[in-house]
């Protein structure tokens, strides 16, 4: 074991010395980089999920519960700005329960939990009192739900149920809102928080909410309503109407004179108001017969002195003796129809979104414009954005010299980014490319030296003698020390040289079947002899 172990060190060793210094350096870096990537990757595998144990945390409980953590030696981390405490994903109800257990988090009792503390001796204004409260816990939770809204506070003014009152007071709310870093509420945003308030309040109008952030900009004042909401809704409808009508007429301008080559600009004025308009027509056909229909005559014949007469002195009780004398009779008829009258009743309720008015300003390249007809060009720009004369649209239309520098610039900028994002991306590609290559060459060098070594631990096989070669060859090397060699007789003589030369052929075999063994031993007789 412990020559195998040799054996192999003194290869390792054999093999470090025949690499150069620069190759030691990227196998050395190479070795550093794969440990640390290791290192990191096994730490990110090994490493926990969090999870949110607690958000929206006061300070007081937040403090508390991370006390209680750092006490039983769990690790946790604290985000949105202290608020909200991560812990391992996989310990999040075990840690929940056992807070619980400690009266963590404490905080304040609101919303609808403050109800369930009255008692029966609770008075009328303590009870008014805490419904306020409750509401305004439960609005302040809502509001907080919000994207963006780390806290809020929410006061609503309740008026008092009056018999005697022929207007009554309306509801009105205030809401504070504390804003995370970077975050502003946009008009739909500050709608939906009016919205949500006036909507969980009995009577309350959603211009009747007051809504402000934590710097004290007013986002939405009483009575007003959201000024904010409608400016942006507004500016939202104008902004896509006139897009829509600019591509419109852009599309054909740039067919005509290309890209790049004009420029068009639509301003409309959109109205957004609500209209409602109900309107009563009462018809009558000829012929129709009457519903019902009645007739009163009166006849009377009688005599004396008529009424009548004019005004005046004549015919005071003292003319009366002044006055003629004689029969009168009249008769009346009268007649009443009631007809049968169609009533047709319409109720049009006008759409926001109707234009006003629509300005058009086109320009366009001198250099591509100038051969143009521009009053055709006049009529596609009107018909393309569907402008109307009656409604007071006004369109114009002019060819000037463009000014190219800064297109020319940016282009040529542009390019010449290009150009260096492609070098930097061939030499990064060279370089990886080339300690890729360098990497892979010492591992190739180092693989094909580790195999030849084999290979030759693998061919070499320890050289087999027989005991007559053996002996044989130990009689030749103790003969080649004697100085002279004994007289024998020519048969044994013959019979010697027989068998020498029958070894001489074996030993002519191995030597050229083995050289390098045959070789070795002989280095080492004549080493022997030296000595």
Do not use: C
Not at 17 to 27: A, D, E, H, Y
Not at 28 to 33: C, E, N, Y
Not at 59 to 85: C, F, K, N, R, W
Not at 237 to 255: C, F, G
Request: a negative charge; aromatic letters at 4%; charged letters at 25%.
């Amino acid at each position: 074991m412990k020559s195998a172990l040799a054996g192999t060190v003194e290869r390792a060793r054999s093999t470090l010395s025949t690499i150069s210094l620069g190759q030691k350096v990227v196998i050395g870096l190479l070795l550093v980089g794969l440990l640390l990537g290791g290192f990191f990757f096994l730490r990110w595998v090994t490493a926990p999920t969090q999870a949110p144990l607690f958000s929206n945390l006061a300070s007081a409980d937040a403090s508390a519960i991370v006390d209680e953590l750092a006490a039983a030696g769990v690790a946790y981390e604290l985000t949105d700005g202290g608020q909200t405490i991560m812990v391992a994903k996989d310990s999040v109800y075990d840690l929940r329960l056992s807070m619980s257990g400690k009266g963590l988090p404490a905080g304040q009792d609101t919303g609808y939990a403050l109800l369930d503390e009255a008692g029966i001796t609770t008075s009328e204004f303590q009870q008014q009192v805490t419904y306020q409260r409750a509401l305004e816990g439960e609005l302040s939770k809502t509001l907080e739900a919000l994207e963006g809204v780390r806290s809020a506070v929410v006061h609503v003014a309740l008026p008092e149920d009056e018999v005697f009152v022929t207007e009554e007071a309306k509801p009105t709310a205030s809401v504070l809102l504390d804003l995370a870093p970077g975050t502003a509420l946009s008009g739909e945003q500050i709608q939906a928080v009016t919205n949500l308030v006036s909507s969980s309040v009995q009577d309350m109008e959603p211009d009747q909410v007051t809504v402000a952030d934590s710097t004290g900009q007013v986002l939405s004042a009483a009575g007003t309503g959201v000024t904010a909401a409608a400016g942006d809704a507004r500016s939202q409808v104008e902004q896509d109407y006139e897009s829509r009508l600019s591509a419109s007429a852009q599309k054909i301008l740039d067919s005509v004179v290309g890209p790049g080559r004009s420029v068009v600009s639509v301003r409309a004025d959109v109205d957004l108001s609500q209209r409602d308009t109900t309107s009563e027509t009462y018809t009558y056909d000829n012929g129709t017969p009457p519903i019902s229909e009645s007739t009163t005559t009166e006849n009377y014949n009688g005599a004396g002195v008529p009424v009548g007469g004019v005004l005046g002195p004549e015919n005071m009780p003292d003319a009366a003796a002044n006055a003629g004398a004689g029969d009168s009779s009249y008769e009346k008829e009268s007649t009443t129809s009631n007809n049968a009258v169609g009533k047709t009743t319409e109720v049009v309720e006008g759409a926001p979104g109707d234009i006003r008015r629509l300005t058009v300003s086109v320009v366009m390249d001198d250099a591509v414009a100038a051969n143009l007809n521009q009053q055709q060009m006049r009529d596609l720009m009107i018909t393309a954005v569907g402008l109307d004369d009656a409604r007071g649209d006004d369109i114009t239309v002019a060819s000037l010299p463009f000014d190219t520098t800064a297109a020319d610039n940016a282009a040529a900028e542009m390019e010449a980014a290009r150009e260096a994002e492609a070098g930097e991306a061939m030499w990064s590609m060279i370089r990886s490319g080339g300690i890729a290559a360098g990497i892979a060459l010492v591992v190739l060098l180092v693989w094909l030296r580790s195999r030849r070594m084999r290979d030759d631990e693998e061919d070499y096989e320890p050289l087999e003698l027989s005991d007559d070669m053996l002996l044989e060859l130990d009689r030749l090397r103790i003969q080649s020390t004697r100085e002279a060699a004994p007289t024998i007789d020519t048969r044994q003589m013959e019979l010697e040289a027989a068998e020498r030369q029958k070894v001489r052929g074996e030993i002519s075999t191995m030597v050229s079947e083995k050289p390098d063994e045959v070789a070795a031993m002989l280095r080492g007789w004549l080493s022997e002899n030296k000595s």
